[in-house]
């Protein structure tokens, strides 16, 4: 089994986790996949900035590793002194969390989870949301058997998660999921949350490019696997983790269809193959060394699927070299998809489909920032100022 260290490190002026190991293809994209996770070619190891939540986030993704913890060290300043004094205990075995904060009783109560979970053949991203949820609460209660919980008292736990803790409206419907999964479904208590009100989530909507700023976007790649990548993601409104798992054999241009294989909720679906990507994709592969053998977009080192950190890095260093400063990810290029197939008159229902949504409402999210009937709207103050000859 590899084993990982994990030191405190000064970064850059700053304190950092340092995740140390031998090379190992596998555990190296793992490790990849952390969200804000960096390589440090001074410290020649993988970092985190130094704080509870990334020990915590590091522990949880690797938790099938051994690990031994070389923290901490003396802090760098007063304001990272508390942190750095909390005990760390000096070995953490393979296996779900040992790290001695949850109880021996409730580790079985989460072994019993993860185990009924992955029995029902949940993703393995819901497996370590659920599993991360329902550790926060086991860690809240310490010794007390998370069996004997009433409602009252999970209850009282969501108050205190919303009110001291300050979790979000999407974390508080994440850890109500994961409760009520264990409580229903793993203890069979029929019906146990069903009491407990969920906050209301806010409207958030989609962010998305506009023709310009997409135009900048890919003038400003250079490589054309890279290219393709993002031409990919937009010409079909694919999400980064369907990107990364097409297969040559998934291009049908008979049909001018792409397969889009098992994505959220394990569902295939067919989108459309612009002809347009199409011959961008035939003159990639025709010119790229090496050529891909497998997938679409293939890792050049171990000829596997390329990890979607490595996309989210792409598409984040070419929208800084276009000059494009608005807060938006690799995913936009999905929302910009289905934005700019509305402006154009396309029925909502065909987006619904090509995108995967399950249910409509979904997809109706995009009619607020489509542009097609806004533009007709003409304001109130347009006509005031005709009609009563305002000056300014």
């Known amino acids: 089994m ?20 031998n090379y190992d293809i596998q555990l190296n994209a793992l490790i990849k996949q952390i969200a804000g996770i960096r390589w440090s070619k001074t410290h020649s190891c993988w970092y985190l900035p130094y704080n509870d939540s990334n020990h915590e986030l590091i ?44 109880s021996e009783e409730n580790n079985k109560a989460l072994s019993m989870l993860v185990q009924h979970l992955k029995l029902k053949a949940y993703s393995p991203s819901t497996i370590k949301t659920y599993k991360n949820e329902f550790s926060q ?9 998370v069996n004997t919980l009433t409602l009252d008292d999970l209850r009282r736990y969501m108050v205190y998660v919303l009110d001291k803790e300050g979790i979000s409206e999407n974390t508080a419907h994440s850890r109500l999921n994961a409760l009520k999964f264990y409580f229903e ?3 069979g ?5 069903f009491e407990i009100p969920r906050p209301k989530k806010p409207l ?30 937009y010409s079909a409104g694919l999400r980064v983790s369907e990107i990364v798992a097409l297969k040559l054999s998934d291009i049908d241009s008979c049909r001018m269809q792409i397969l889009v294989r098992q994505a959220k909720g394990k569902k295939d679906r067919y989108v459309n193959l612009s002809p347009v990507l199409l011959d961008i994709l035939r003159k990639y592969i025709s010119t790229y060394r090496p050529k891909p ?19 989210q890095q792409i598409f984040m260093n070419a929208k800084r070299k276009a000059g494009i400063t608005k807060d938006v ?25 090509l995108l995967g949504h399950f249910d409509i409402k979904t997809t109706e999210r995009y009619l607020h920032v489509s542009k097609r009937n806004l533009v007709n709207i003409i304001s109130p103050l347009d006509d005031l100022m005709k009609q009563e000859s305002i000056e300014w």
């Open 59 to 102: 522990i949880s993704t690797l938790s099938p590793f051994a690990f031994t913890n070389e923290l901490p060290i003396k802090p760098a300043n007063k304001a990272e002194g508390a942190l750095l004094k909390q005990p760390v205990k000096p070995m953490l075995k393979a296996g779900i969390n040992q790290t001695g904060i949850i």
């Open 204 to 233: 958030l909507l989609p962010k998305l490019l506009n023709e310009k700023e997409l135009g900048r976007l890919f003038n400003a790649l250079t490589n054309k696997k890279h290219k393709a990548m993002l031409f990919t993601a």
């Open 185 to 187: 479904q793993v203890l």
């Open 329 to 353: 990810g690799v995913h936009s290029l999905r929302h910009s998809f289905a934005t700019h197939l509305l402006d154009k008159g396309t029925d909502i229902r065909y987006i619904k489909e």
């Open 137 to 145: 609460l086991l860690k809240t209660i310490k010794q007390k058997d």
């Open 293 to 311: 053998r497998e997938y679409l977009f293939e890792s050049e080192q171990t000829h596997t699927c390329y990890p979607t950190r490595t996309v």
């Open 2 to 21: 590899q084993h990982i260290v994990l030191k405190a490190i000064q970064h850059q002026g700053t304190e950092c986790i340092g995740i140390y190991f």
């Open 189 to 193: 208590r029929e019906k146990f949350l």
